[in-house]
RNA sequence: GCCCCCAUCGUCUAGGGGACUAGGACGUGGGCCUUUCAAGCCCAAAACAGGGGUUCGAAUCCCCUUGGGGGCACCA
Protein backbone atom coordinates (compact mmCIF):
# COMPACT_ATOMS: atom_id res chain seq x y z
CA UNK A 1 0.00 0.00 0.00
CA UNK A 2 1.39 3.51 -0.70
CA UNK A 3 0.54 6.40 1.51
CA UNK A 4 1.13 9.35 -1.05
CA UNK A 5 -0.16 11.80 1.98
CA UNK A 6 0.96 12.21 5.87
CA UNK A 7 -1.69 11.03 8.49
CA UNK A 8 -4.74 13.36 7.10
CA UNK A 9 -7.05 14.59 9.69
CA UNK A 10 -10.21 15.09 7.74
CA UNK A 11 -13.66 16.41 8.54
CA UNK A 12 -16.90 16.11 7.11
CA UNK A 13 -18.71 19.11 8.25
CA UNK A 14 -22.12 19.40 6.55
CA UNK A 15 -25.09 21.83 8.19
CA UNK A 16 -27.78 19.94 9.26
CA UNK A 17 -30.47 22.05 6.93
CA UNK A 18 -31.57 18.96 5.42
CA UNK A 19 -31.82 15.97 4.06
CA UNK A 20 -28.32 13.43 3.85
CA UNK A 21 -27.93 13.20 -0.19
CA UNK A 22 -24.77 11.48 -2.57
CA UNK A 23 -23.16 14.85 -2.62
CA UNK A 24 -22.47 14.39 0.79
CA UNK A 25 -21.97 11.16 1.08
CA UNK A 26 -19.37 11.20 -1.39
CA UNK A 27 -17.22 13.88 0.17
CA UNK A 28 -17.85 11.65 3.17
CA UNK A 29 -16.37 8.68 1.61
CA UNK A 30 -13.43 10.47 0.06
CA UNK A 31 -13.09 11.59 3.81
CA UNK A 32 -13.20 8.39 5.07
CA UNK A 33 -10.81 6.86 2.44
CA UNK A 34 -8.47 9.82 3.03
CA UNK A 35 -8.19 9.14 6.90
CA UNK A 36 -8.05 5.58 6.86
CA UNK A 37 -5.49 4.89 4.37
CA UNK A 38 -3.02 7.78 5.78
CA UNK A 39 -3.44 6.57 9.59
CA UNK A 40 -5.53 9.73 10.62
CA UNK A 41 -8.61 10.56 11.46
CA UNK A 42 -12.00 11.13 9.94
CA UNK A 43 -14.03 14.14 12.08
CA UNK A 44 -17.57 14.95 12.08
CA UNK A 45 -18.71 18.43 12.63
CA UNK A 46 -22.20 20.16 12.55
CA UNK A 47 -22.19 23.36 10.92
CA UNK A 48 -25.13 24.88 12.58
CA UNK A 49 -24.63 28.79 12.44
CA UNK A 50 -27.52 29.20 10.90
CA UNK A 51 -29.90 28.53 13.74
CA UNK A 52 -32.99 29.50 11.08
CA UNK A 53 -32.73 26.97 9.29
CA UNK A 54 -31.99 24.26 11.30
CA UNK A 55 -34.07 20.97 10.78
CA UNK A 56 -34.77 18.89 13.40
CA UNK A 57 -33.99 15.17 12.65
CA UNK A 58 -31.43 15.83 9.89
CA UNK A 59 -28.39 15.05 12.64
CA UNK A 60 -30.12 12.06 12.93
CA UNK A 61 -30.28 11.40 10.00
CA UNK A 62 -26.90 12.19 8.58
CA UNK A 63 -25.44 9.85 11.79
CA UNK A 64 -27.40 6.93 10.27
CA UNK A 65 -26.88 7.80 6.96
CA UNK A 66 -22.50 7.63 7.58
CA UNK A 67 -23.01 4.74 9.58
CA UNK A 68 -25.14 2.85 6.87
CA UNK A 69 -22.77 3.61 4.57
CA UNK A 70 -20.02 2.31 6.75
CA UNK A 71 -18.04 5.83 7.26
CA UNK A 72 -18.40 5.47 10.92
CA UNK A 73 -16.38 8.97 12.56
CA UNK A 74 -13.39 9.21 15.40
CA UNK A 75 -14.67 12.44 16.11
CA UNK A 76 -17.44 14.19 16.72
CA UNK A 77 -20.34 15.26 18.31
CA UNK A 78 -22.12 12.68 19.58
CA UNK A 79 -18.80 10.95 20.35
CA UNK A 80 -16.88 13.73 21.50
CA UNK A 81 -12.71 13.80 21.10
CA UNK A 82 -9.59 16.06 21.83
CA UNK A 83 -11.38 19.28 19.73
CA UNK A 84 -14.99 19.49 21.33
CA UNK A 85 -17.52 20.15 20.67
CA UNK A 86 -17.95 19.56 17.37
CA UNK A 87 -21.17 21.55 17.07
CA UNK A 88 -20.80 25.11 15.82
CA UNK A 89 -23.44 26.80 17.30
CA UNK A 90 -21.40 25.48 20.79
CA UNK A 91 -18.38 27.10 19.52
CA UNK A 92 -19.92 30.78 19.54
CA UNK A 93 -17.37 32.43 21.42
CA UNK A 94 -14.60 31.37 19.53
CA UNK A 95 -15.36 32.77 16.74
CA UNK A 96 -15.88 35.64 17.99
CA UNK A 97 -12.80 36.29 19.40
CA UNK A 98 -11.30 35.37 16.63
CA UNK A 99 -13.04 37.70 14.51
CA UNK A 100 -12.06 40.76 17.34
CA UNK A 101 -8.16 39.90 16.83
CA UNK A 102 -8.80 40.41 12.95
CA UNK A 103 -10.55 43.46 14.08
CA UNK A 104 -7.40 44.36 16.47
CA UNK A 105 -5.40 43.83 13.68
CA UNK A 106 -6.92 45.86 10.98
CA UNK A 107 -8.06 42.74 8.77
CA UNK A 108 -12.10 43.11 9.63
CA UNK A 109 -13.76 45.94 11.00
CA UNK A 110 -16.94 46.91 12.51
CA UNK A 111 -20.12 47.53 10.04
CA UNK A 112 -22.93 49.64 11.27
CA UNK A 113 -25.00 49.53 8.08
CA UNK A 114 -28.96 48.29 8.32
CA UNK A 115 -29.71 45.15 6.80
CA UNK A 116 -32.72 47.64 4.81
CA UNK A 117 -29.74 49.55 3.78
CA UNK A 118 -27.95 47.09 2.08
CA UNK A 119 -31.40 45.76 0.65
CA UNK A 120 -31.77 49.52 -1.10
CA UNK A 121 -27.94 49.22 -1.89
CA UNK A 122 -28.39 46.49 -3.80
CA UNK A 123 -31.25 47.47 -5.54
CA UNK A 124 -29.92 50.89 -6.67
CA UNK A 125 -26.52 48.70 -7.92
CA UNK A 126 -28.88 46.36 -9.68
CA UNK A 127 -30.96 49.60 -11.54
CA UNK A 128 -27.50 50.72 -12.15
CA UNK A 129 -26.44 47.14 -13.65
CA UNK A 130 -23.24 47.48 -11.19
CA UNK A 131 -22.63 44.02 -9.42
CA UNK A 132 -23.79 43.60 -6.15
CA UNK A 133 -21.77 44.60 -3.81
CA UNK A 134 -21.10 46.61 -0.48
CA UNK A 135 -19.97 49.88 -0.75
CA UNK A 136 -17.53 50.03 1.76
CA UNK A 137 -19.10 52.93 3.32
CA UNK A 138 -18.37 51.66 7.02
CA UNK A 139 -15.02 50.69 5.76
CA UNK A 140 -13.75 54.00 6.18
CA UNK A 141 -14.74 54.48 9.55
CA UNK A 142 -11.87 55.81 12.26
CA UNK A 143 -11.72 52.32 14.30
CA UNK A 144 -12.02 54.54 17.43
CA UNK A 145 -15.39 56.00 16.35
CA UNK A 146 -16.50 52.18 15.27
CA UNK A 147 -15.47 50.87 18.70
CA UNK A 148 -17.15 53.79 20.73
CA UNK A 149 -20.36 52.88 18.52
CA UNK A 150 -20.16 48.88 19.29
CA UNK A 151 -19.86 49.70 22.94
CA UNK A 152 -22.51 52.24 22.61
CA UNK A 153 -24.79 48.86 22.47
CA UNK A 154 -25.27 50.09 18.61
CA UNK A 155 -26.01 46.28 16.93
CA UNK A 156 -23.31 45.16 14.10
CA UNK A 157 -21.57 43.07 12.04
CA UNK A 158 -18.15 42.17 10.98
CA UNK A 159 -16.54 42.33 7.99
CA UNK A 160 -13.56 41.21 6.16
CA UNK A 161 -11.27 43.56 4.73
CA UNK A 162 -10.62 42.64 1.38
CA UNK A 163 -7.45 43.61 -0.41
CA UNK A 164 -8.63 46.04 -3.00
CA UNK A 165 -5.86 45.57 -5.85
CA UNK A 166 -3.46 42.92 -6.48
CA UNK A 167 -4.48 38.97 -7.36
CA UNK A 168 -4.85 36.20 -4.75
CA UNK A 169 -3.97 33.03 -6.15
CA UNK A 170 -5.45 29.78 -4.12
CA UNK A 171 -4.08 26.12 -5.05
CA UNK A 172 -6.69 23.52 -5.15
CA UNK A 173 -5.53 20.27 -5.19
CA UNK A 174 -7.58 18.62 -8.41
CA UNK A 175 -7.37 22.04 -10.22
CA UNK A 176 -4.13 24.02 -9.56
CA UNK A 177 -4.08 27.34 -8.87
CA UNK A 178 -6.93 29.44 -8.82
CA UNK A 179 -6.49 33.39 -9.21
CA UNK A 180 -8.93 36.36 -8.71
CA UNK A 181 -8.38 39.48 -9.36
CA UNK A 182 -8.89 41.13 -5.50
CA UNK A 183 -10.65 44.26 -7.07
CA UNK A 184 -13.73 41.63 -7.70
CA UNK A 185 -13.69 40.69 -3.86
CA UNK A 186 -16.61 42.11 -1.69
CA UNK A 187 -16.02 42.39 2.02
CA UNK A 188 -17.90 39.36 3.12
CA UNK A 189 -19.79 39.91 6.49
CA UNK A 190 -17.84 37.43 9.00
CA UNK A 191 -20.20 37.73 12.26
CA UNK A 192 -23.62 38.77 11.86
CA UNK A 193 -25.26 40.70 14.33
CA UNK A 194 -26.76 38.23 16.42
CA UNK A 195 -23.09 37.61 17.56
CA UNK A 196 -23.02 34.22 15.39
CA UNK A 197 -20.31 33.60 12.80
CA UNK A 198 -20.76 32.77 9.12
CA UNK A 199 -19.60 29.78 7.50
CA UNK A 200 -16.73 31.60 6.04
CA UNK A 201 -14.96 32.23 9.53
CA UNK A 202 -16.10 29.09 11.48
CA UNK A 203 -15.14 26.70 9.01
CA UNK A 204 -11.55 28.05 8.67
CA UNK A 205 -11.60 28.96 12.69
CA UNK A 206 -12.01 25.18 13.36
CA UNK A 207 -10.21 23.24 10.17
CA UNK A 208 -6.83 25.33 12.37
CA UNK A 209 -7.74 24.77 15.72
CA UNK A 210 -8.94 20.95 14.86
CA UNK A 211 -5.97 20.35 13.06
CA UNK A 212 -7.41 19.54 9.87
CA UNK A 213 -4.85 18.90 7.32
CA UNK A 214 -7.32 18.15 3.91
CA UNK A 215 -10.29 20.19 2.98
CA UNK A 216 -12.51 17.99 0.91
CA UNK A 217 -15.66 19.83 -0.07
CA UNK A 218 -18.15 20.44 -2.94
CA UNK A 219 -16.57 22.77 -6.15
CA UNK A 220 -19.92 25.01 -5.23
CA UNK A 221 -17.45 26.25 -2.85
CA UNK A 222 -14.79 27.26 -5.38
CA UNK A 223 -16.40 31.02 -5.87
CA UNK A 224 -15.41 31.89 -2.15
CA UNK A 225 -12.35 29.91 -2.40
CA UNK A 226 -9.94 32.73 -2.81
CA UNK A 227 -11.58 34.54 0.37
CA UNK A 228 -10.97 31.76 2.44
CA UNK A 229 -7.39 31.22 1.90
CA UNK A 230 -7.05 35.39 2.33
CA UNK A 231 -8.90 34.77 6.20
CA UNK A 232 -6.61 31.93 6.67
CA UNK A 233 -3.37 34.02 5.80
CA UNK A 234 -5.06 37.20 7.50
CA UNK A 235 -4.57 34.89 10.86
CA UNK A 236 -1.33 33.68 9.70
CA UNK A 237 -2.45 30.13 9.72
CA UNK A 238 -0.86 27.09 8.12
CA UNK A 239 -3.35 26.80 4.62
CA UNK A 240 -4.48 22.57 4.68
CA UNK A 241 -4.93 21.16 1.31
CA UNK A 242 -7.86 22.62 -0.61
CA UNK A 243 -10.25 20.05 -2.67
CA UNK A 244 -13.01 20.93 -4.58
CA UNK A 245 -14.90 17.65 -5.45
CA UNK A 246 -16.87 17.95 -9.08
CA UNK A 247 -20.40 18.67 -8.05
CA UNK A 248 -23.03 15.97 -9.46
CA UNK A 249 -25.37 16.70 -11.99
CA UNK A 250 -29.31 15.61 -12.67
CA UNK A 251 -29.13 12.52 -14.62
CA UNK A 252 -29.91 14.56 -18.10
CA UNK A 253 -26.30 16.43 -16.96
CA UNK A 254 -28.45 19.52 -17.12
CA UNK A 255 -27.57 21.36 -13.77
CA UNK A 256 -27.78 20.40 -9.96
CA UNK A 257 -30.96 18.08 -9.32
CA UNK A 258 -33.84 20.64 -7.60
CA UNK A 259 -36.14 19.61 -4.63
CA UNK A 260 -38.95 18.80 -6.78
CA UNK A 261 -37.29 16.61 -9.25
CA UNK A 262 -35.79 14.32 -6.52
CA UNK A 263 -39.11 14.16 -5.35
CA UNK A 264 -40.05 12.78 -8.55
CA UNK A 265 -37.25 10.45 -8.49
CA UNK A 266 -38.43 8.00 -6.23
CA UNK A 267 -41.15 7.64 -8.64
CA UNK A 268 -38.55 5.52 -10.62
CA UNK A 269 -37.70 3.72 -7.90
CA UNK A 270 -34.28 5.90 -7.67
CA UNK A 271 -33.26 8.68 -4.84
CA UNK A 272 -30.46 10.76 -4.29
CA UNK A 273 -30.81 10.67 -0.11
CA UNK A 274 -29.19 8.22 1.39
CA UNK A 275 -32.05 6.76 3.61
CA UNK A 276 -34.13 6.11 0.64
CA UNK A 277 -31.76 4.41 -1.22
CA UNK A 278 -31.64 1.72 1.71
CA UNK A 279 -35.60 1.64 1.64
CA UNK A 280 -35.72 1.05 -2.17
CA UNK A 281 -33.12 -1.81 -1.49
CA UNK A 282 -29.74 -1.00 -2.75
CA UNK A 283 -26.58 -2.48 -0.65
CA UNK A 284 -24.68 0.10 1.29
CA UNK A 285 -21.31 -1.51 -0.12
CA UNK A 286 -22.80 -0.94 -4.07
CA UNK A 287 -23.54 2.87 -3.13
CA UNK A 288 -20.07 3.13 -1.95
CA UNK A 289 -18.94 1.43 -4.90
CA UNK A 290 -20.69 3.95 -7.19
CA UNK A 291 -20.34 7.26 -5.34
CA UNK A 292 -16.75 6.38 -5.44
CA UNK A 293 -16.39 6.05 -8.99
CA UNK A 294 -17.86 9.29 -9.60
CA UNK A 295 -15.28 11.91 -10.02
CA UNK A 296 -12.95 9.16 -9.38
CA UNK A 297 -11.61 6.64 -11.68
CA UNK A 298 -8.88 3.89 -11.03
CA UNK A 299 -7.37 2.27 -13.95
CA UNK A 300 -8.56 0.37 -16.73
CA UNK A 301 -9.14 -3.13 -14.68
CA UNK A 302 -10.73 -2.67 -11.83
CA UNK A 303 -14.67 -1.19 -11.33
CA UNK A 304 -15.99 -3.58 -8.32
CA UNK A 305 -14.55 -2.43 -5.06
CA UNK A 306 -15.30 -3.07 -1.78
CA UNK A 307 -14.23 -0.81 0.73
CA UNK A 308 -11.12 -2.12 1.98
CA UNK A 309 -10.40 -2.39 -1.93
CA UNK A 310 -10.85 1.58 -1.91
CA UNK A 311 -9.17 2.65 1.16
CA UNK A 312 -6.33 0.62 -0.86
CA UNK A 313 -6.41 2.49 -3.81
CA UNK A 314 -8.33 5.70 -3.20
CA UNK A 315 -5.75 8.68 -4.13
CA UNK A 316 -6.13 12.20 -5.03
CA UNK A 317 -3.98 12.22 -7.61
CA UNK A 318 -6.73 10.39 -9.65
CA UNK A 319 -9.43 12.69 -8.97
CA UNK A 320 -11.46 14.62 -11.46
CA UNK A 321 -12.35 17.92 -12.08
CA UNK A 322 -15.37 17.78 -14.07
CA UNK A 323 -18.95 17.36 -12.63
CA UNK A 324 -20.41 14.45 -13.60
CA UNK A 325 -24.20 13.21 -14.21
CA UNK A 326 -25.66 10.93 -11.45
CA UNK A 327 -25.80 7.11 -13.59
CA UNK A 328 -28.54 5.41 -11.68
CA UNK A 329 -28.73 2.23 -13.81
CA UNK A 330 -25.14 1.98 -13.10
CA UNK A 331 -26.09 1.81 -9.41
CA UNK A 332 -28.35 -0.57 -10.39
CA UNK A 333 -25.35 -2.84 -11.84
CA UNK A 334 -23.07 -2.61 -8.92
CA UNK A 335 -26.00 -3.62 -6.61
CA UNK A 336 -26.02 -6.71 -8.68
CA UNK A 337 -22.54 -7.19 -8.50
CA UNK A 338 -22.52 -6.75 -4.69
CA UNK A 339 -25.38 -8.50 -4.13
CA UNK A 340 -24.06 -11.89 -6.32
CA UNK A 341 -20.73 -11.23 -4.39
CA UNK A 342 -21.94 -12.07 -1.10
CA UNK A 343 -22.10 -15.14 0.85
CA UNK A 344 -25.83 -16.91 0.93
CA UNK A 345 -25.43 -15.87 5.09
CA UNK A 346 -25.12 -12.10 4.34
CA UNK A 347 -27.65 -12.33 2.01
CA UNK A 348 -30.35 -13.32 3.92
CA UNK A 349 -29.03 -10.98 6.52
CA UNK A 350 -29.69 -8.78 4.62
CA UNK A 351 -32.96 -9.83 2.79
CA UNK A 352 -34.32 -10.00 6.37
CA UNK A 353 -35.63 -6.62 6.97
CA UNK A 354 -37.56 -6.14 3.43
CA UNK A 355 -39.28 -9.47 3.88
CA UNK A 356 -40.31 -8.56 7.03
CA UNK A 357 -41.58 -5.22 5.78
CA UNK A 358 -43.83 -7.51 3.65
CA UNK A 359 -45.19 -8.89 6.42
CA UNK A 360 -43.56 -12.52 5.77
CA UNK A 361 -42.71 -14.48 8.38
CA UNK A 362 -39.32 -15.96 7.85
CA UNK A 363 -35.92 -16.55 9.58
CA UNK A 364 -32.36 -16.04 8.64
CA UNK A 365 -32.21 -19.93 8.32
CA UNK A 366 -35.03 -19.66 5.54
CA UNK A 367 -33.47 -17.12 3.83
CA UNK A 368 -29.95 -18.44 3.77
CA UNK A 369 -32.04 -21.53 1.41
CA UNK A 370 -33.67 -19.05 -0.46
CA UNK A 371 -31.33 -16.97 -1.28
CA UNK A 372 -29.28 -18.76 -3.69
CA UNK A 373 -32.61 -18.83 -5.76
CA UNK A 374 -32.89 -15.16 -6.40
CA UNK A 375 -29.33 -14.13 -6.01
CA UNK A 376 -28.98 -13.74 -9.53
CA UNK A 377 -32.22 -12.15 -10.15
CA UNK A 378 -32.52 -9.39 -8.14
CA UNK A 379 -31.35 -5.92 -8.80
CA UNK A 380 -32.87 -4.82 -5.33
CA UNK A 381 -33.20 -6.20 -2.32
CA UNK A 382 -36.80 -5.35 -2.13
CA UNK A 383 -37.76 -7.01 -5.69
CA UNK A 384 -36.65 -10.59 -3.60
CA UNK A 385 -40.22 -11.62 -1.09
CA UNK A 386 -42.29 -11.02 -4.58
CA UNK A 387 -39.89 -12.95 -6.64
CA UNK A 388 -40.77 -15.44 -3.58
CA UNK A 389 -44.60 -15.42 -2.72
CA UNK A 390 -45.22 -18.89 -3.71
CA UNK A 391 -43.33 -20.27 -0.87
CA UNK A 392 -45.52 -18.60 2.01
CA UNK A 393 -48.99 -18.74 0.06
CA UNK A 394 -51.59 -20.99 1.25
CA UNK A 395 -53.21 -21.26 -1.82
CA UNK A 396 -52.43 -19.97 -5.86
CA UNK A 397 -55.11 -17.97 -7.31
CA UNK A 398 -54.83 -20.14 -10.68
CA UNK A 399 -57.63 -20.66 -13.34
CA UNK A 400 -58.14 -23.53 -16.11
CA UNK A 401 -56.72 -21.29 -18.45
CA UNK A 402 -53.26 -20.75 -17.05
CA UNK A 403 -52.69 -24.34 -16.66
CA UNK A 404 -52.31 -25.21 -20.47
CA UNK A 405 -48.96 -25.70 -21.79
CA UNK A 406 -47.57 -24.25 -24.73
CA UNK A 407 -48.83 -25.38 -27.83
CA UNK A 408 -50.89 -27.75 -25.56
CA UNK A 409 -54.52 -27.73 -25.26
CA UNK A 410 -56.22 -28.60 -21.52
CA UNK A 411 -56.55 -32.42 -21.85
CA UNK A 412 -53.18 -32.81 -22.74
CA UNK A 413 -52.13 -30.83 -20.13
CA UNK A 414 -54.18 -32.77 -17.03
CA UNK A 415 -52.82 -35.85 -18.45
CA UNK A 416 -49.35 -34.40 -18.04
CA UNK A 417 -49.87 -33.20 -15.07
CA UNK A 418 -51.42 -36.27 -13.16
CA UNK A 419 -48.59 -38.26 -14.98
CA UNK A 420 -45.90 -35.65 -12.97
CA UNK A 421 -48.51 -36.36 -10.01
CA UNK A 422 -48.00 -39.60 -10.40
CA UNK A 423 -44.36 -40.21 -11.02
CA UNK A 424 -43.43 -37.46 -7.92
CA UNK A 425 -45.68 -39.11 -5.86
CA UNK A 426 -43.02 -42.21 -5.84
CA UNK A 427 -40.10 -40.09 -5.37
CA UNK A 428 -37.94 -41.51 -2.50
CA UNK A 429 -35.75 -38.97 -2.56
CA UNK A 430 -37.43 -35.31 -2.34
CA UNK A 431 -33.99 -33.27 -4.05
CA UNK A 432 -33.60 -30.92 -6.87
CA UNK A 433 -31.68 -33.46 -8.75
CA UNK A 434 -34.23 -36.28 -8.38
CA UNK A 435 -37.26 -34.59 -9.43
CA UNK A 436 -35.27 -32.95 -12.62
CA UNK A 437 -34.44 -36.19 -13.86
CA UNK A 438 -37.73 -37.98 -13.31
CA UNK A 439 -39.36 -35.16 -14.54
CA UNK A 440 -36.78 -34.78 -17.81
CA UNK A 441 -38.08 -38.94 -18.36
CA UNK A 442 -41.75 -38.06 -17.71
CA UNK A 443 -41.41 -35.46 -20.35
CA UNK A 444 -39.60 -37.63 -23.50
CA UNK A 445 -42.61 -40.44 -22.02
CA UNK A 446 -45.01 -37.82 -22.98
CA UNK A 447 -43.18 -36.78 -26.29
CA UNK A 448 -43.08 -33.40 -24.72
CA UNK A 449 -40.34 -31.04 -24.87
CA UNK A 450 -38.43 -30.14 -21.20
CA UNK A 451 -39.43 -26.84 -21.64
CA UNK A 452 -43.10 -27.72 -22.58
CA UNK A 453 -43.72 -29.84 -19.08
CA UNK A 454 -41.65 -27.45 -16.71
CA UNK A 455 -43.54 -24.75 -17.73
CA UNK A 456 -46.93 -26.02 -16.94
CA UNK A 457 -45.48 -27.51 -13.67
CA UNK A 458 -43.88 -24.35 -12.71
CA UNK A 459 -47.61 -22.72 -13.07
CA UNK A 460 -49.15 -25.38 -11.13
CA UNK A 461 -46.46 -25.29 -8.42
CA UNK A 462 -45.20 -21.51 -8.15
CA UNK A 463 -48.67 -19.93 -9.78
CA UNK A 464 -46.35 -17.69 -11.84
CA UNK A 465 -44.96 -17.76 -15.20
CA UNK A 466 -42.08 -16.29 -14.32
CA UNK A 467 -39.80 -18.13 -11.34
CA UNK A 468 -37.11 -19.14 -9.72
CA UNK A 469 -35.41 -22.22 -11.29
CA UNK A 470 -38.49 -25.03 -10.98
CA UNK A 471 -36.74 -27.52 -9.10
CA UNK A 472 -34.70 -25.74 -6.71
CA UNK A 473 -38.40 -24.11 -5.78
CA UNK A 474 -40.03 -27.48 -5.35
CA UNK A 475 -37.28 -28.56 -3.02
CA UNK A 476 -37.75 -25.34 -0.88
CA UNK A 477 -41.38 -25.94 -1.11
CA UNK A 478 -41.97 -29.45 -0.03
CA UNK A 479 -43.20 -32.58 -1.36
CA UNK A 480 -46.03 -32.66 0.29
CA UNK A 481 -46.90 -29.18 -0.84
CA UNK A 482 -46.05 -29.48 -4.31
CA UNK A 483 -47.99 -32.78 -4.38
CA UNK A 484 -51.16 -30.83 -3.23
CA UNK A 485 -50.85 -28.31 -5.63
CA UNK A 486 -50.84 -30.61 -8.40
CA UNK A 487 -53.61 -32.54 -7.28
CA UNK A 488 -55.18 -29.42 -6.99
CA UNK A 489 -54.25 -28.50 -10.72
CA UNK A 490 -55.34 -31.35 -12.18
CA UNK A 491 -58.58 -30.79 -10.69
CA UNK A 492 -58.92 -27.49 -11.59
CA UNK A 493 -58.18 -28.82 -15.99
CA UNK A 494 -60.96 -31.25 -14.91
CA UNK A 495 -63.60 -29.38 -14.04
CA UNK A 496 -62.97 -27.69 -17.73
CA UNK A 497 -62.78 -30.52 -19.31
C1' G B 1 -24.79 41.05 -16.07
C1' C B 2 -20.19 39.96 -13.32
C1' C B 3 -16.75 36.26 -11.30
C1' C B 4 -14.95 31.22 -11.08
C1' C B 5 -14.60 26.21 -12.85
C1' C B 6 -15.02 22.43 -16.60
C1' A B 7 -14.70 20.05 -21.77
C1' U B 8 -12.73 11.99 -24.62
C1' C B 9 -18.66 7.42 -26.94
C1' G B 10 -25.82 9.00 -24.61
C1' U B 11 -23.53 8.45 -19.26
C1' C B 12 -19.16 7.36 -15.84
C1' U B 13 -14.26 7.15 -17.31
C1' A B 14 -8.69 5.26 -19.10
C1' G B 15 -5.27 8.39 -21.45
C1' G B 16 -0.68 12.98 -18.36
C1' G B 17 3.73 14.39 -26.45
C1' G B 18 5.07 9.07 -30.06
C1' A B 19 2.75 2.41 -27.24
C1' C B 20 -4.22 5.49 -30.22
C1' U B 21 -6.74 1.71 -36.24
C1' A B 22 -8.43 6.20 -28.81
C1' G B 23 -9.17 1.29 -24.05
C1' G B 24 -12.90 -0.18 -20.13
C1' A B 25 -17.75 0.08 -17.70
C1' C B 26 -23.15 1.28 -17.73
C1' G B 27 -26.95 1.59 -21.11
C1' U B 28 -28.53 0.10 -26.26
C1' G B 29 -28.75 -3.70 -30.46
C1' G B 30 -27.52 -8.78 -31.91
C1' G B 31 -25.91 -13.79 -30.73
C1' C B 32 -24.59 -18.10 -27.50
C1' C B 33 -26.17 -20.81 -23.14
C1' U B 34 -30.96 -22.23 -21.19
C1' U B 35 -37.04 -25.23 -17.94
C1' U B 36 -39.23 -19.28 -17.30
C1' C B 37 -36.68 -14.92 -15.66
C1' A B 38 -32.02 -13.70 -14.67
C1' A B 39 -26.84 -14.35 -14.42
C1' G B 40 -22.70 -15.52 -17.52
C1' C B 41 -20.05 -15.42 -22.26
C1' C B 42 -19.30 -13.37 -27.39
C1' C B 43 -20.10 -9.54 -31.08
C1' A B 44 -21.73 -4.59 -32.76
C1' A B 45 -22.90 0.64 -33.04
C1' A B 46 -20.99 4.83 -30.29
C1' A B 47 -16.29 10.00 -28.49
C1' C B 48 -11.05 13.31 -28.49
C1' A B 49 -16.51 20.51 -29.32
C1' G B 50 -14.26 24.12 -33.15
C1' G B 51 -10.12 27.16 -34.64
C1' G B 52 -5.25 28.78 -34.07
C1' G B 53 -0.41 27.94 -32.20
C1' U B 54 4.16 25.06 -29.79
C1' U B 55 6.60 20.52 -31.58
C1' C B 56 9.79 16.16 -36.12
C1' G B 57 5.12 14.55 -33.72
C1' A B 58 -0.78 16.47 -29.93
C1' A B 59 -6.71 13.54 -27.21
C1' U B 60 -2.45 14.98 -24.25
C1' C B 61 0.99 21.71 -23.63
C1' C B 62 -0.60 27.27 -24.69
C1' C B 63 -4.32 30.87 -26.65
C1' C B 64 -9.13 32.13 -28.59
C1' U B 65 -14.13 30.76 -29.69
C1' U B 66 -18.15 27.82 -28.49
C1' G B 67 -20.70 24.87 -25.18
C1' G B 68 -21.75 23.26 -20.21
C1' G B 69 -21.73 23.94 -14.94
C1' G B 70 -21.32 26.71 -10.44
C1' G B 71 -21.40 31.23 -7.53
C1' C B 72 -22.75 36.37 -6.72
C1' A B 73 -27.11 36.65 1.35
C1' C B 74 -26.46 39.17 8.34
C1' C B 75 -27.37 30.46 4.02
C1' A B 76 -24.05 26.73 4.04
Given at each position: ????????????????????????????????????????????????????????????????????????????????????????????????????????????YYCFC???????????????????????????????????????????????????????????????????????????????????????????????????????????????????????????????????????????????????????????????????????????????????????????????????????????????????????????????????????????EALLP????????????????????????????????????????????????????????????????????????????????????????????????????????????????????????????????????????????????
Amino acid sequence: MTHQEQPARVRFAPSPTGRFHLGGARTALYDFLLARQSGGQFILRFEDTDQKRFVPGAEQELMEGLRWLGLQWDEGPDIGGPYAPYRQSERKEIYQQYARHLVERGQAYYCFCSAERLDTLRRLQAQRKENPRYDGLCRKLDPKEANRRVEAGEPFVIRFKAPTQGVTVAKDRIRGEISVQNASLDDTILVKSDGLAVYHLAAMVDDHLMGITHVLRGAEWLPTFPLHVLIVRAFGWEEPEWVHLPLFLKPSGKGKMSKRESAELMQDGYSIYISDLKELGYLPQAVVNWMALMGWGYDDHQEFFTMADLIEKFSLARLNPSPAAINFSKLDHFNGLHIRAMSHGALAEALLPYYHRQGFDVDVPLLKRIAPLIQERIVTLDEAPQWTTFLFKEALALQPQDLIGKDMDASSSRIALQAALDHLSGLPAWTKDATEEEMRTLADDLHLKAGQLFGLLRMAVTGQKVSPPLFESMELLGKSTVLSRLRRAVELLGAST
